[in-house]
C-alpha cells in the first residue's frame, strides 16, 4: 500500500540502548533547562543590583552636574530678562551657556561610550537618551532668552521642561532594586525634586527682584514651589534609611536652612506686588547659593547610599543563589550521573541478556540438535547453560525476562531432545523395515534361483528374469531406506571390481536399462569398500535419468580418467531444470541435511547426496547440450584401487548412435560368462555377476574366497547363449506390457 504524501513517520530511535540513552536524557536535559533558566532569571537582576553603584557613578554624576548646571542657567535667564537686558546679566548668562554645555556634552559622552553600554537596560538607556534630546532644545531657547522673545517665567518654564527628562533618569537607574531598596531608590528620587524645587525657587525669587515685583500668576507659581518643597521634604526625608535620612535632618537645623524658610517667608508675606523689594539680591544670594548646593550634595549621597545598599544586598543575594545554584547543580549532575548509570547498567544487562539468549539459539541448541541426533550423549546443563544472574538482577522485569528466556530454553532442549529420540525413532523403523525387506528379498532371490534353475521353457524363463530385475530394484530401495536412517548398507567387496562392472551393476538395477548406453569404460578398478554405494549411487541417477526423459529416448553415459581419479557422465534428453531447480539439487548433493520424514521430494537425490558424502564422491548436475540434464559424477584417487590381478579382457559392448530408436540391450544385466544348460540360459544364484561383484555369503555358510571360475567357454558358445537369451526377452516383450516405472525416485 503506497504511503500517502505528507504522512510519513517520524525517525524513531530502534535499538533499546538508544531508547533507554533518550529516555534518560529527555529529562535530564529539561531538568538542566529549567535550572539555567531559573539562575539567569535569579541572578540577571541581582547582577545588575551588583553594577548599580558603578553604573549611577558613571550615568548618573554627571546627569546630576549637567542638571545642576542648567538649573544656574534658567536663574540667569531670569534675572536678564526680568531686568529688560542688563548687560551684566548677559554676560553672566551667556558664560553659564559654555559651562552648561561642557557638562551635557560629558552626559553624551558617557552615553555613548561603547565600553559601558552593557551596563544599562534598554529602558535606562531610553530615558538617558530621552534627557539628552531634550538638552538639544536648549539652543533654540537660548536663542529666545537673548532676543527677548518671551517673558522670565515662561523662559523659567522651559528650562523647567529640559530638567524634567533628569528625573526618570535617576528614576531607571534605581528601578532594579526591590523591596525595601525600591522604597527607597523612590524616596531618593523625589528629594532629587526637592533640589529642583528649591532652584526652581532661586529662578523665580531672582526674576522677580529684576523685574521689581511678581504679577499674580508668578506669585502663585512661587508659592507653589515652596509648599512643594516644604510638603516633599516633610513627607520623604522621614522615608529614608537612618545614613541618608541623618544628613537632612542636620540640614533642617542648620542657619543655611533656617535662612532658606525665613526667606521664603519673607517673600510669600510681602505679597505680589512687594515680593520684588522683598528678595533683597545680596541676602538671597547669600541664601539660596548654598543651599541649592547642599541639597545637591544631600541627594546624590542618599543616591550613593541607596545603590550601595543595593549592591550589598544583591551580594548576600547573589551567595545564596550561588549556593542554591550550586545545589541544584549538584542535583542535576547526579541526576545526569545516576541516569547515565542506570541506563548503563540497564542496556549491558540487555546486551548481555542478548548475546547469551543469541549465543543459546544460534549456536548451543543448535549444537545440542545436532549432537542428539548423532546418537551422543549430550550433558544439556554443560552444553546449553541457564543463562545466570548477578545479585540483585532478580527482582526486576529483566529478571523476569531472563527467567522467561530460561524456561524457553528449558522447553527448546526438551523438545529436542523429543525430536532427536523421534528421529532416532523413524530411524530405528527405517532399517528394521529395510532389514526385513532385505531378508525378504535375499529369500525371495534364492527361490527364483532355484526356479530359474528348473526351468527349461525359455518364455518361463523371461518372465523368471524380469522377476529377478524387480527384485533386484526392490534390493536398491530397501538400501536406500536404510541410508536415509543413516545406516550402512550391509553389502561389502573384499577386492577391487573393474568400474565397468559397477557400472553394468547400476544399469542392471533400473527398470528401463535397455535405454541406457553403456560406452567402453577405461580400465579403471574401484577399491571394494566403496563398490556397492558407487553402483547405487549411479543407479539413482540413471534412475532419474530414464524417469524425467521421454520414453523413446537413450541415456547415454560417458567415463574418462581425469587428473584426479576418474569422470564419470550421465546424460538424459528430457525437459531439464531452470537455475533455482539446479541450484537446490546440486545443493542437496554437495551438502545433504538431516533426513526429514515431512519431506518426501528429491529422495533419490538425497540418497546419491549421502553416499558421495561417505566417500568424497564428487556429484553435480547441469545443463545438458541436449537439453536434458547432466550428471557429472568426479571418483577421486581414493575411490579408485589397483587391479589385484592382472584385468580380464572386456567385452565389447557397442554404443547405439545418439537419436537411434532403442534396440536390443547394449548390455544385459548379466553381463558376465553363464554356463551353459542344454542350450537354454539357465541361471544360478549369482551366476549372472562376476565374481568380484557376487554378494559373499554369510561367513559360516561359505568361505572367506569365492570359488575359481567354471571352464573356458568358446566364442560359438558365447553367441549361442546371448542368441537364446535375447530371443526370450523379445517374446517377453511381445506378450506383456512393459512394467512403469517407479516414481518414488524423484529429483
Known sequence: MPRRLGLARPHRPRTIRTRIIALVLIPVVALVGLWTFAMVS???????????????????????????????????????????????????????????????????????????????????????????????????????????????????????????????????????????????????????????????????????????????????????????????????????????????????????????????????????????RAVDRNGWRTTMDPVVHRYMELCKDAALNSAARGRAYAGDQLLKAGLAGGAGLLAVVFSVWYSVRTGRRITRRLTRLRVAADRLANRQLPDVVRRLAAGETVDVERAAPRLAFAAGEHDDEIGDLGRALNHARRAAVEAAVEQARLRAGISGVFVNIARRSQ?????????????????????????????????????????????????????????????????????????????????????????????????????????????????????????????????????????????????????????????????????????????????????????????????????????????PEPAPRPVPVPEAPIGAEPGPVAEAPAAAVLPMRRALPTRTRQASLSPRLQTPPPADDVPADPPAGGPEISAEQMGAVFGAFQRGLDRGRGTEARTPHDPEDER
Not at 553624551?108 to 538639544?136: F, H, K, S, Y
Not at 553415459?557 to 546440486?586: F, Q, T
Not at 538425497?606 to 547432466?630: D, K, M
Open 42 to 276: 535569579m541572578t540577571g537582576d541581582l547582577r545588575a543590583l551588583v553594577r548599580l553603584k558603578d553604573a549611577y557613578e558613571y550615568f548618573g554624576s554627571p546627569v546630576d552636574t549637567a542638571v545642576g548646571q542648567i538649573q544656574i542657567e534658567r536663574r540667569l535667564a531670569a534675572e536678564y530678562l526680568g531686568s529688560g537686558g542688563d548687560p551684566a546679566a548677559l554676560a553672566a548668562y551667556t558664560a553659564q551657556e559654555r559651562a552648561t554645555d561642557e557638562k551635557v556634552r560629558a552626559v553624551r559622552a558617557a552615553a555613548e561610550n561603547p565600553d559601558r553600554q552593557d551596563e544599562l537596560t534598554a529602558e535606562q538607556r531610553g530615558t538617558l537618551t530621552a534627557m539628552i534630546t531634550a538638552t538639544d532644545g536648549l539652543a533654540p531657547l537660548r536663542q529666545a532668552v537673548i532676543t527677548r522673545a518671551l517673558s522670565w517665567d515662561a523662559a523659567v518654564e522651559r528650562y523647567t521642561a529640559a530638567v524634567e527628562p533628569s528625573f526618570a533618569v535617576e528614576s531607571a537607574l534605581t528601578a532594579l532594586q526591590a523591596g525595601r531598596l525600591a522604597r527607597e531608590a523612590q524616596v531618593v528620587v523625589e528629594l532629587v525634586r526637592v533640589r529642583e524645587f528649591v532652584s526652581r525657587e532661586d529662578a523665580l525669587g531672582s526674576g522677580a527682584r529684576a523685574a521689581g515685583s511678581f504679577t499674580p500668576a508668578q506669585f502663585r507659581a512661587f508659592a507653589a514651589v515652596v509648599e512643594d518643597r516644604r510638603v516633599f521634604q516633610r513627607t520623604y526625608v522621614a522615608a529614608l534609611p537612618a545614613d541618608s535620612r541623618a544628613g537632612f535632618e542636620t540640614f533642617a537645623v542648620d542657619p543655611r536652612y533656617t535662612a532658606l524658610t525665613a526667606a521664603e517667608d519673607g517673600v510669600l508675606d510681602a505679597g505680589a506686588d512687594a515680593a520684588g
Open 439 to 643: 531378508a525378504l528379498i535375499h529369500r525371495q532371490l534364492k527361490q527364483l534361483d532355484a526356479m530359474e534353475r528348473r526351468a527349461t521353457d525359455p518364455d518361463e524363463l523371461a518372465d523368471l528374469f524380469r522377476v529377478d530385475h524387480l527384485a533386484t530394484r526392490m534390493r536398491r530401495h530397501a538400501e536406500g531406506l536404510i541410508i536415509l536412517s543413516g545406516a550402512a548398507p550391509g553389502r561389502r567387496w573384499r577386492k577391487p571390481v573393474p568400474l565397468v562392472e559397477v557400472v553394468g551393476s547400476a544399469v542392471g538395477a533400473v527398470e528401463e536399462y535397455e535405454r541406457v548406453v553403456v560406452p567402453p569404460m577405461p580400465q579403471v578398478f574401484v577399491s571394494g569398500a566403496a563398490v556397492g554405494d558407487l553402483a547405487h549411487l549411479v543407479a539413482e541417477l540413471i534412475e532419474n535419468a530414464t524417469a524425467f526423459s521421454p520414453p523413446h529416448t537413450q541415456v547415454t553415459m560417458r567415463a574418462g580418467e581425469a587428473a584426479h581419479g576418474c569422470v564419470l557422465e550421465i546424460d538424459d534428453r528430457g525437459l531439464g531444470m531452470d537455475e533455482d531447480e539446479l541450484a537446490a539439487a546440486n545443493r542437496t548433493l554437495a551438502e545433504p541435511q538431516e533426513f526429514d520424514p515431512t519431506r518426501t521430494e528429491r529422495l533419490g537425490l538425497f540418497v546419491t547426496g549421502r553416499l558421495a558424502r561417505r566417500h568424497g564422491i564428487e556429484v553435480a548436475l547441469r545443463r545438458s547440450p541436449y537439453g536434458g540434464t547432466t550428471a557429472v559424477v568426479l571418483l577421486p584417487k581414493a575411490v579408485l584401487a589397483e587391479p
